[in-house]
């Protein structure tokens, strides 16, 4: 209790003392896991979508296939991706391995599955029906996709928030294809990790207290959004 | 609009739905199809609507094939129809909507067809929340706002109170009489099919009997 109290009163000084490389850490974060979840939206939501509607053999396959995909080892992604991008990987002539570039291609291979999966789950029950009503009213193809939009909202910002929320919250991939070099991959999640294996607890916990603040931050402005309380 | 159907064939996988040698629709009447379940009424109503396929057969809507501009002058409810998560106002506008039809116009159909069925009180209350009744008055008005020249009825009136149902009738003849309309209805209630339609089609295994 005591740590977290110290945590806490560490977290309040960490944002008002407005350290540069805290900010630093918070702000790479955010934008890494922003620029992340736009890139998997443009991918997961049109995908999703039509997946979801079109009738294709194997259909009941792939459903399994993309939930097994949305619960897919940080860790192994990770080290895939890493492989891919060091020096002697088929990519590493492209000089990405610990850059931030690598760390958003790894968040976006962790989190297109889950925002195609939302997608998909909520477009295979409900699309049909959404569909049908475009046609029967004389909707044309532009007018129902934008119907079937409208009508999805609250599960597109669903799936929008629960990728953000896993690329802020990742830090097994982003630790090795990132490095947590300091100044330019040290994100706040592997911020937490390094002082918690350094025995620097309530530096962690503080920084811990701040992910949580963004995220709820997040999920309000979205809520609001979304719902309009 | 006429609408005339040809040695028309549906088959999921082996088994033939809708095996009709000849039929045919005249504009301005309304026709009644019942028959038990599993007689492919409801597959014979979308295939009418454009929402399914036919294998074999020849469909045409005054003499044309389905196409784009047909389809929007055909609607088809279901006995559970879909209504946006909007207010009841939104659903009712939406087929005015998309067919960038003058605002001053839109409320005046809206007004007119809430008034019509009933439902001018429900305005601003959220669709998703109504009841069964309510719900089926709502998709009829928003059927019949654009006013559609044939309208396809999948059990428009199933698990509904007398009153509504008497409400959906009127509403629907009244269309009929008004728009020339021709309406396909399906029904289990003989009673109901004998009191509106001037054509009652039984179908059994995909076929007229």
Known sequence: MALLMEGLKEALLLLFRFDREVYGIIGLSIGLSFTSTIFSAIIGIPLGLYLGIKPFRFKKTFTRTIYTMMSLPPVVIGLLVALFLSRSGPLGSLGLIFTPTAMVIAQMILITPIILGIVYNDAKQQGPAIKQIGMTLGAGRLQ???????????????????????????????????????????????????????????????????????????NTILYHYVTGE | MNIQVTNLIKKYQDKTVVDMNSIGFLSGNIYGVTGDNGAGKTTLLKILAGLESHDLGNIV?????????????????????????????????????????????????????????????????????????????????????????????????????????????????????????????????????????????????????
């Open chain 1, 144 to 218: 129902t996709l934008k119907l079937l939009i409208t009508e999805m909202r609250i599960t597109l910002l669903i799936a929008l928030v629960t990728g953000f929320g896993r690329a802020t919250s990742e830090v097994g991939a982003v630790m090795i294809v990132g490095g947590n070099i300091k100044g330019h991959t040290r994100v706040m999640t592997t911020y937490i990790a390094m002082n918690s294996s350094m025995g620097n607890y309530a530096v962690a916990i503080s920084m811990g207290i701040v992910l949580l603040l963004i995220s709820f931050m997040v």
């Open chain 2, 61 to 209: 809507y005054n003499d044309q094939p389905l196409g784009p501009s047909l389809m929007k002058k055909i609607t088809y409810l279901s006995q559970t129809p879909y209504l946006m998560r909007s207010s009841v106002y939104e659903n009712i506008i939406y087929p005015l909507k998309i067919r960038n039809v003058d605002s001053k116009i839109i409320e005046r159909k809206a007004f007119e067809i809430m008034e019509e069925l009933q439902v001018a009180e429900l305005r601003d209350q959220l669709a998703t929340q109504l009841s069964g009744g309510e719900s089926q008055k709502v998709a009829l008005a928003r059927a019949l706002v654009f006013d559609p020249e044939v309208l396809l009825l999948d059990e428009p009136t199933a698990s509904i109170d007398p009153a509504t149902i008497e409400i959906i009738e009127e509403a629907i003849k009244k269309r009929n009489k008004l728009q020339n309309m021709t309406i396909i209805m399906i029904s289990h209630n003989i009673d109901q099919v004998k009191r509106m339609c001037d054509e009652i089609i039984y179908m059994k295994k995909g076929k007229r009997i």
